[in-house]
């Protein structure tokens, strides 16, 4: 039987124990989302509430893609901990082995949760560790990952959990996901205290992740964000700015006001350089061509989307392609 990730912790009970397997080519900045805030509980606590062990597949040192190097202790043939969480990054082909895999599948075996961060999920998908389950990735890899894994159901939260499938979609949600573990283990004042230590104002809840940064749009408007959220969530079908403009409760020359008070740039110059911006993470980021990229960012042809991409980045898609 499972044994739940988020079950409060009883007074005196054991450490909760976290098996961190951090995988090659992994981003230091979600290993220590993933780690850091269980050190901060126990030095706040007084206590030892969690232990952990980092483990590669190999064991010895993992080298991060910022060039520091971690050591590790190789896998255990048989899992025996409260969660494992996985730290991925780059190269997922190539470190997510047949061998890794079998690993992974033991974990649903033996009843214990599992957590992918960053590439994380990619991995557990591979293993078919997410079947069924609700999981979230980075938003840039959402639509492909909810391609290739058509039995995981996708959402574009910053974390999700699903029975023993945890997923986050980056350092800065893994931090919010693992506060949220420990405020259930041991309460929102321990938690409280793990986010004040680090600084941090977590989301209390899951939430959607957003192309516009959330601090960004915790300084405008709620007309001027609502406005934007619309333009996230419509880039393949762009309203017009008169629409957005009655969707928020605003005249248009109202919403252009506040634009260019809050975001010094007009309403339509803005959604113009969001779909462009989509434009050029589909153009980097995946094989599509330039006509379906047109479709995807709202632009009547691959022409058109030509035109104003060289506008704005000063080469062409296949140039931005041959650059890489």
Not at 82 to 88: E, I
Not at 126 to 149: I, K, P, Q, S, V
Not at 220 to 236: D, G, H, K, Y
Request: glycine share 8%.
């Amino acid at each position: 039987m499972t044994i739940s990730a988020t079950r409060k912790r009883i007074p005196g009970e054991p450490p909760f124990r976290i098996g961190l397997l951090v995988l090659p080519d992994s981003n230091l900045l979600s290993m220590a989302a993933a780690l850091d805030p269980f050190r901060a509980a126990n030095r706040r606590a007084g206590r030892k509430v969690y232990a952990w062990q980092v483990m590669s597949p190999e064991g010895g040192l993992v080298r991060l893609t910022s060039g520091l190097e971690v050591m590790t202790e190789p896998l255990p043939l048989h899992a025996d901990m409260d969660l494992m969480v996985m730290v991925a990054g780059f190269r997922l082909d190539a470190h997510a082995t047949p061998a890794l895999r079998s690993w992974l599948r033991q974990l649903r075996g033996r009843g214990i949760p599992y957590c992918g961060v960053d590439g994380g999920p990619w991995v557990l998908a591979r293993a078919g560790l997410l079947n069924g389950h609700r999981a979230t990735t980075h938003w840039e890899d959402l639509e492909a990952f909810a391609n290739a894994f058509p039995e995981v159901d996708p959402l574009p939260d910053r974390y999700v959990i699903d029975g023993p499938a945890l997923t986050t979609g980056g350092a800065a949600p893994c931090l919010d996901l693992m506060l949220h573990l420990i405020r259930s283990h041991h309460g929102a004042e321990l938690a409280g205290l793990v986010a004040n230590a680090l600084l941090y104002d977590p989301e209390d809840r899951p939430s959607p992740q957003r192309l516009v940064p959330q601090a960004r749009l915790a300084a405008l408007t709620p007309q001027v964000a609502r406005a934007v959220a619309i333009m996230e969530e419509r880039l393949e079908d762009p309203p017009a700015i008169a629409e957005i403009a009655a969707e928020v409760g605003l005249s248009p020359r109202r919403l252009e006001m506040l634009f260019r008070k809050h975001l010094e740039t007009g309403p339509g110059a803005f959604f113009l350089r969001l779909r462009l911006n989509e434009a050029r993470r589909l153009a980097l980021d995946t094989g599509l061509s330039v006509q379906e990229i047109a479709v995807r960012t709202g632009f009547s042809g691959p022409s058109t989307l030509a035109r104003a991409f060289r506008k704005a980045f000063g080469q062409s898609i296949s140039d931005l392609r041959a650059d890489r």
